[in-house]
């Protein structure tokens, strides 16, 4: 009985929060130059446009989700907020997918990129260290990138880079979160969360958003990656957002950014 009760009392809290929900926004805040020293917006084709984030790992190296190492011509561009900053930019001379990536799935979407010439460090451009543990539900993280800023079609990303504080939440926790978001998402909507993901969530009306793929999840106590946004995203429809979780590939990561 008590689930069944937990399952209404839930439910109810979506629909009111639904209401109160801002129709322009996800929820996100302005950066400040220099917070996330470790962020590089991949951009595509001539016109540069912004597609993805990433995280700096070393001089040569960022990590990303591996969708977002599809496509033609890309740069990285690094030490900026806004996307009309020049920052440093950087072309990418070599992606590197997970080799079992599965797009269908879900599965194994995270990949590095090497960048054609060594990355200089400074206050506003440096690296983030790997997440090597597996992460234990309720960790305090923060989320950053520029990612649609709507909940609905047509999507904008957003030209200022924006984040997000989150918690982590158990994987049967984040299945039955989205089980019951579906009323606000779509009634097909069903991501598939096995144990290589982990899920944090915000609250609703705030999340990640497309334009978000890529973008590191930060363990807010240590400063640690501890995930990287995949795609299925629910625009902060009341679903939780899903990553590939670091800690299950960093034995592949530093095999793949050695220098």
């Known amino acids: 009985m008590w689930k069944i009760l937990s399952f209404l009392c839930v439910a109810v809290a979506l629909v009111e929060s639904r209401s109160a929900i801002a129709p322009s926004i996800v929820g996100g805040r302005d950066a400040q130059l220099g917070q996330f020293p470790y ?3 991949i951009r595509y084709g001539a016109a540069l446009s912004h597609g993805c984030g990433s ?3 070393n001089v040569r190296f960022a990590i ?3 969708h977002c ?4 011509e890309r740069i990285a561009v690094a030490g900026a907020i806004r996307l009309a900053d020049p920052g440093v930019r950087f072309n990418i001379i070599r992606s590197i997918p997970h ?3 599965n797009m269908q799935l879900l599965w194994n979407d995270i990949g590095v990129y090497q960048v054609d010439r060594d990355i200089v460090f400074t206050n506003l451009i440096k690296p ?3 997440n090597r543990r597996r992460l234990v539900r309720n960790t305090p993280t923060i989320l950053a990138g520029h990612g649609a800023y709507q909940q609905h079609p047509p999507w904008s990303v957003h030209p200022h880079l924006q984040y997000l504080h989150s918690t982590t939440m158990s994987n049967s926790e984040c299945i039955a979160r989205s089980l019951m978001a579906r009323i606000f998402i779509d009634p097909e909507y069903l991501p598939i969360i096995h144990a290589d993901h982990i899920c944090a969530f915000a609250s609703v009306g705030v999340g990640g958003c497309y334009g978000d793929s890529g973008s590191p999840l930060v363990n807010r106590r240590n400063g640690e990656v501890v995930g990287v946004v995949v795609s299925g995203l629910s625009c902060a429809r009341g679903a939780p ?6 800690s299950s590939y960093t034995r592949w990561i530093e095999s793949n950014i050695r220098l």
Not at 69 to 72: A, C, T, Y
């Open 69 to 72: 190492l599809n496509g033609g």
């Open 55 to 57: 995280g700096i790992l």
């Open 39 to 41: 962020f590089m917006s």
């Open 99 to 101: 080799p079992n990536f």
């Open 128 to 130: 983030i260290p790997l």
């Open 241 to 246: 957002d899903f990553y590939a979780r670091v």
């Open 64 to 66: 990303t989700a591996a």
